[in-house]
């Protein structure tokens, strides 16, 4: 549908975990050719954009995250060649590719970081944080990483310490530094010229850090969270997330092609993720909304109050929801409870779909994949294509195609075994079953792309007679309504809408509802069977 609006508002963006998605030379691990290879099952699906993770040359102590080279492609991803032949091959279907840019910090293995560990008067030597210790030895502070550990690391060339948020393979970069700053600048525009639409910034939030570097007042709180305001979300970060826009805009040619920014921005509250955007809007276009995500009780009451809250907040801005990542349990697991499984997973992608604003989904969440269960993680081998455990593999397993060996995902070995589980709970026997998860979400791609309310339409908040209910409306400029009703309940139940527009009609069409219910409804009496979902336009006179 045309809109004055761009692209990326109201739309859908899938995450290609790269390495588990699909592998074209039998290596067992997925490739940039392997992509291009299920365009088209994207494209089916209805998937108009692509963030596709780190595919960078990397000694992989976090899997890409650690870039040893910013401007070209691992051996094992394929080659820029493959690179330019997805960008085309995307775009002939309408698709548009997001690149993963990993701002806060580079692998140590980087020729900038060797350059800047070769000696203190290199000039290279101020594109990392350097710290002495104190007189009597040990880190400059107290503070811990991420995952975990003292957040220094001793360069016993130069006796100085280095600071790194994340493993001490990833050494933070020092963006107060004008050369960090245009070299980064520089590796945006080299991939905006090879057809990126935009990133996926990684960990914004961690660029910069405290001057006075005071210590942690709580250094052995478990897990290790961002030490605000020390080291995270702190206010320098806006100037950089406003150079980047401005690099962006270099390549814009309207809305239909305006590039956009994706942004891990590890916010904690609805305040902080409403300062992601920046204060006039010219940082980052869509800021992702932990607060939604980090959420996964099965709580109406809650959800009802968060989307309200966020919708209300962010009324001239684009929210960003998603549960799945590869960091995150997958929402299958997550949310459900060993019986209603794939009940639970058509509400969350309802509700996750249909709010204003745009939705991420995680490669597999369209056809309910599970997690790794524990002891299979624990047994998974390691060797040159895993070197390293990570518990968050549990949500990074292979993409299940079909029926055949490895799920249709490699000829070889792959890197990380699927679930022993996985049966025939692939995209080849859902796209044959009319009434599976793959056609539902299909289905909710296709109202939030051509329905008028559902696509660009104004939250409108709603609440239900029943607590277990969780509603609520999207108006287009015209009036067209349609109602999103989801029972959290393990009951059935009959509800009732409060707070319809004046000159709603009592009844309504339904226009997408699981499982199936009977049209039109009443909208004082909608029947809902135990997580149960509807979506209905009401008819009558739109005020």
Request: proline content about 9%; hydrophobic content about 40%.
């Amino acid at each position: 549908m045309t809109s004055a609006a761009p692209w990326w508002q109201d739309t859908v963006i899938y995450q290609v975990y790269l390495r588990s998605f699909q592998d074209s030379n039998g290596d067992g691990i997925g490739d940039l050719p392997g992509l291009a290879s299920r365009l088209d099952d994207l494209r089916d699906l209805g998937v108009q954009a692509i963030w596709i993770t780190p595919f960078f040359p990397s000694p992989n102590a976090d899997f890409g995250y650690d870039v040893s080279d910013y401007c070209d492609v691992a051996p094992e991803y394929g080659t820029l060649a493959d690179w330019d032949a997805l960008v085309r091959q995307a775009r002939q279907r309408g698709m548009r590719l997001l690149v993963d840019f990993v701002l806060n910090h580079t692998s140590d293995q980087h020729p900038w970081f060797r350059e800047a560990c070769s000696s203190p008067q290199h000039p290279r030597r101020d594109w990392y944080v350097w710290r002495d210790g104190p007189p009597d030895g040990g880190p400059p502070t107290n503070w811990r990483s991420v995952f975990g550990g003292p957040a220094w690391t001793h360069e016993p060339r130069s006796g100085q310490w280095y600071y790194h948020a994340f493993l001490p393979q990833q050494p933070d970069l020092n963006w107060h530094h004008p050369g960090v700053r245009a070299a980064m600048a520089d590796v945006a525009r080299f991939w905006l010229r090879r057809g990126a639409s935009g990133f996926r910034l990684d960990a914004t939030a961690f660029l910069f850090e405290d001057p006075a570097w005071p210590d942690d007042p709580d250094p052995d709180r478990q897990p290790p969270w961002p030490l605000q305001p020390f080291n995270s979300n702190r206010p320098e970060n806006h100037g950089v997330l406003r150079e980047l826009r401005a690099v962006l805009a270099e390549f814009n040619a309207g809305f239909d092609d305006e590039r956009v920014l994706l942004g891990e921005s590890c916010t904690d509250t609805l305040a902080e993720l409403r300062a992601a955007y920046g204060e006039q809007g010219d940082e980052i276009q869509l800021p992702m909304n932990f607060v939604y995500a980090r959420h996964w009780q099965r709580d109406a009451p809650f959800f009802q109050r968060l989307i309200d809250d966020t919708q209300a907040l962010l009324h001239d801005r684009t929210p960003v929801s998603f549960f799945s990542n590869h960091d995150h349990w997958r929402q299958w697991s997550a949310f459900g409870d060993g019986v209603h499984n794939d009940a639970i997973a058509r509400l969350t992608a309802a509700m996750t779909l249909l709010q204003r604003g745009t939705a991420l989904v995680y490669y597999g969440e369209e056809i309910g994949m599970a997690d790794l269960p524990e002891a299979e993680l624990a047994a998974a081998p390691l060797g040159l294509s895993r070197p390293r455990a990570d518990p968050r593999d549990r949500a990074r397993t292979p993409m299940q195609w079909d029926a055949g060996p490895h799920a249709g995902f490699s000829l070889g070995t792959p890197w990380l075994p699927l679930p022993r589980t996985w049966g025939d709970r692939h995209v080849a026997a859902q796209r044959a079953d009319p009434h599976s998860l793959w056609h539902w979400y299909r289905a909710l791609i296709a109202l939030k792309r051509d329905d008028p309310a559902l696509h660009a339409g104004a939250h409108w908040p709603l609440h239900a007679d029943q607590s277990s209910v969780l509603v609520f409306g999207r108006r287009s400029a015209d009036g067209t309504l349609a109602l999103v009703l989801l029972n959290w309940g393990e009951q059935a139940c009959e509800v009732a809408v409060r707070g319809l527009p004046a000159g709603t009609g009592p009844t309504a069409e339904v226009l997408l509802a699981s499982p199936p219910i009977a049209a039109p409804q009443r909208l004082d009496r909608v029947p809902l069977a135990p997580y149960g979902v509807a979506v209905l336009r009401p008819q009558g006179v739109n005020a």
